[in-house]
């Protein structure tokens, strides 16, 4: 059982800059690693995803603004989240993945409020 710890959520004003960590307990090589997030009655949803190959793939709502990124020797993943908007509050949770889904793997959850 792999585990996911976030961290680097908090409070930011409207147009700030968050970068979220997430540090895996082991090897994250295998796994398609992904940042998902959940607002208050809403549905969870897929924010980024980057492949084992480095390939990603972003929700519209967040193309331009945020970058996922990994770094396997540290087995951590990272979200960095530019020019953040109101809307982009929510819990947001680490994933890994292998077997499109068979194996699943979440974290936490590490909270982010944009609001001035």
């Known amino acids: 059982q792999v585990q996911l710890v976030e961290s680097g959520g908090g409070l930011v004003q409207p147009g700030g800059s968050l970068r979220l960590s997430c540090a895996a307990s082991e090897s994250i090589s295998i796994y398609v690693m992904g940042w998902y997030r959940q607002a208050p009655g809403n549905e969870r949803e897929l924010v980024a995803r980057?492949?084992?190959?480095?390939?990603?793939n972003y929700a519209d709502s967040v193309k331009g603004r945020f970058t996922i990124s990994r770094d396997n020797a540290k087995n951590t993943v990272y979200l960095q989240m530019n020019s953040l908007r109101s809307e982009d509050t929510a819990v947001y949770y680490c994933n890994g993945q292998l077997g499109g889904g068979i194996v699943n793997y979440w974290g936490q959850g590490t909270q982010v409020t944009v609001s001035s």
């Open positions: 980057v492949t084992r190959g480095g390939g990603t």
